[in-house]
């Protein structure tokens, strides 16, 4: 399994990201995908999930109404658009894939498969 995540770079406070996560070796619609973020110093936090099979996403409360996570299942590419952004959001940013779906407090060390993690700066 593999899991690359690509489309960080350094943003202007306010603007905007997408950032994208390119999955093989897994049937990518039976699994529950997560974004996290690791800021400097700061431990590993969840940041957005979605299962198809629950019919469900989560966002983490200081993302909710700025970042939109979604998945293409034809690609098996997971996504995150990320709109306002703010210094606060600097950060590694890393995709995972797990079969259990539960996003809320999910801790980062119990994931299956992680990919590598895409660096986003904002600057103010």
């Known amino acids: 399994v593999q899991l690359q995540a690509s489309g960080g770079g350094l943003v202007q406070a306010g603007g905007s990201l997408r950032l994208s996560c390119a999955a093989s070796?897994?049937?990518?619609?039976?699994?529950?995908m997560y974004w996290f973020r690791q800021a400097p110093g700061k431990e590993r936090d969840i940041v957005a999930a979605?299962?198809?099979?629950?019919?469900?996403?989560y966002y983490a409360d200081s993302v909710k109404g700025r970042f939109t996570i979604s998945s293409d299942n034809t690609k098996n590419t997971l996504y995150l658009y990320m709109n306002n952004l703010k210094p606060e959001d600097t950060a590694v940013y890393y995709c995972?894939?797990?079969?259990?779906?539960?996003?809320?407090?999910?801790?980062?060390?119990?994931?299956?498969?992680w990919g590598k993690g895409t660096q986003v700066t904002v600057s103010s």
């Open positions: 979605i299962s198809w099979s629950a019919g469900s996403v």
């Open positions: 995972a894939a797990d079969p259990s779906y539960s996003p809320v407090g999910r801790a980062w060390n119990n994931m299956d498969y």
């Open positions: 070796g897994l049937t990518f619609s039976t699994y529950a």
